[in-house]
Nanobody, 121 residues
Framework: QVQVVESGGGLAQPGGSLRLSCTGSGSIFSISVMGWSRQAAGKQRDLVAAITSGGSTNYADSAKGRFTISRDNAKNTVNLQMNSLKPEDTAVYYC???????????????WGQGTQVTVSS
């Protein structure tokens, strides 16, 4: 069993900042990729940012220059620092991890429950 638990989120004003955190726990041998996706009301879930265990990052165009993803491999934690927030950033943000239960095992993707981010004045 694997748990993915998010924290952070909430309400911010346009131009403000929020920080999301997420921790994976349970039957995890290794986590290759950790990241965040978001889903606005009535829209599909889209990738926001991801980071590998080696520190390579990938950002959606909408996040580049404003959001920063980081991770602590020892703690199985990933953070998303969101600055210069815009109303269009309003969405439910989901953390995900791509992990395996043993060396050479199959990679699985697990999701958190989601945390609401609302950007409004």
């Amino acid at each position: 069993q694997v748990q993915v638990v998010e924290s952070g989120g909430g309400l911010a004003q346009p131009g403000g900042s929020l920080r999301l955190s997420c921790t994976g726990s349970g039957s995890i041998f290794s986590i290759s990729v950790m990241g965040w996706s978001r889903q606005a009301a009535g829209k599909q879930r889209d990738l926001v940012a991801a980071i590998t265990s080696g520190g390579s990052t990938n950002y959606a165009d909408s996040a580049k220059g404003r959001f920063t993803i980081s991770r602590d491999n020892a703690k199985n934690t990933v953070n998303l620092q969101m600055n210069s927030l815009k109303p269009e950033d309003t969405a439910v943000y989901y953390c995900f991890i791509i992990h395996s239960a043993r060396a050479g095992g199959v990679n699985l993707k697990s999701w958190g429950q989601g945390t609401q981010v609302t950007v409004s004045s």
